[in-house]
């Protein structure tokens, strides 16, 4: 498949093209050793209106903590400007090859489908990483944001119809084009389909909020109780997950997570429509493994030490943290979608 390449930023030496599996790159699983992780601390108004202060403390909480098993970049450090905080969907997807070690890809923002003001700033994100840093970097047309891909590192993509598949993001690619590009840059041979995601995601379904990889052939995924409002889609993406093979052709092992109990928060009129109340996407799933360490998004629910227990079973030999995320998922994501981590040059 030949990459689209559109005007870039950086030296002529740091720009990339062709198939990144092909010359042997592949993006590493997210529990593989880390460098670092980028964050964006919250600082727009309108995605955190009314509790803004509040979000900033829990992020800076969960920042301290982070900072404890691995280096954490601000992009506000470097003076590049953002329009929001969500860098693992704008920031650079790391890939790694055994010998020349982390290239990025930059992949097109469109504020998840056009949803939003034109992110021009968000865009820019990983080129200007690139410059800074030195990181090699393939730049394409295709729109893909971080949060609807989650990999195993051996050979499998986890994602979701409902986002891939939307009319707002690549109308003409077809199936056949975005599982090439997914093949061609990500190091995959085999692609996992979920139906969709919970409601309150304005990402059109982001697998970081619904399904997660924790090792090489094990998934843990959201599952809610009859009467609860994802109930339906959960069980359908369920379903999907129980014949669903490695790419060995290997059956998956797939772990139940539970889900909290609907949240919901009053919006500006103007946001959501009259009346402005409105479910967010609180869910255990939106996890960050870094470095031997699960940082759990928790709100202040039943379901929380449920969760963190999941996790304690599943991830042996790993400290799991709860970090409260009650405020900041009413920006519509926690801490896997406020992080981008970037993983060690050495495998």
């Not at 949060?147 to 690619?173: F, H």
């Amino acid at each position: 498949m030949r990459v689209v390449v559109r005007e870039m930023t950086t030296s002529d030496q740091l720009q990339l093209t062709g198939s990144a599996t092909a010359l042997g790159y592949r993006m590493p699983a997210e529990w593989e050793p880390q460098s670092c992780v980028w964050l964006v601390r919250p600082h727009n108004e309108e995605t955190w209106p009314g509790c803004l202060t509040a979000a900033q403390a829990e992020w800076d909480a969960w920042r301290a903590v982070l900072h404890q098993v691995v280096e954490v970049r601000e992009i506000s450090a470097l003076g590049i400007p953002t329009n929001d905080s969500w860098i693992r969907d704008f920031g650079p997807v790391f890939v790694r090859h055994p010998a020349r070690g982390i290239a990025g890809h930059s992949f097109r923002f469109n504020g998840w489908g056009d949803k939003y003001e034109p992110r021009t700033l968000d865009d820019a994100v990983p080129a200007a990483i690139s410059a800074r840093w030195g990181m090699p970097l393939w730049t394409h047309d295709f729109v893909l944001e971080g949060g609807s891909i989650d990999v195993n590192g051996s050979g499998t993509v986890l994602t979701t119809r409902q986002c891939l598949e939307g009319l707002n993001r690549n109308p003409s690619s077809g199936l056949a084009g975005i599982e090439s590009t997914l093949q061609d840059s990500l190091g995959v041979t085999n692609i996992v389909w979920l139906p969709g995601g919970i409601k309150g995601d304005d990402t059109d379904g982001h697998i970081d909020d619904i399904a997660r990889f924790i090792s090489r052939d094990t998934i843990v995924a959201l599952r809610a109780p009859q009467g609860h409002p994802d109930h339906e889609v959960l069980e359908a993406n369920w379903d999907a997950l129980q014949s669903a093979c490695d790419e060995s052709g290997q059956r998956l092992k797939v772990i139940a997570l539970p889900v909290p109990e609907p949240i919901e928060y009053d919006f500006p009129a103007d946001r959501f429509g009259p009346g402005g109340r409105s479910m967010v996407p609180a869910s255990h799933a939106n996890f960050l493994l870094s470095n031997g360490t699960a940082f759990v998004p928790v709100f202040g629910g039943a379901s929380d030490d449920r969760a963190l227990e999941v996790l304690a079973r599943v991830l042996p030999g790993w400290q799991i943290k709860g970090v409260m995320a009650r405020n900041l998922v009413v920006g519509l994501g926690s801490l896997h979608c406020l992080s981008c981590h970037q993983p060690s040059a050495l495998a």
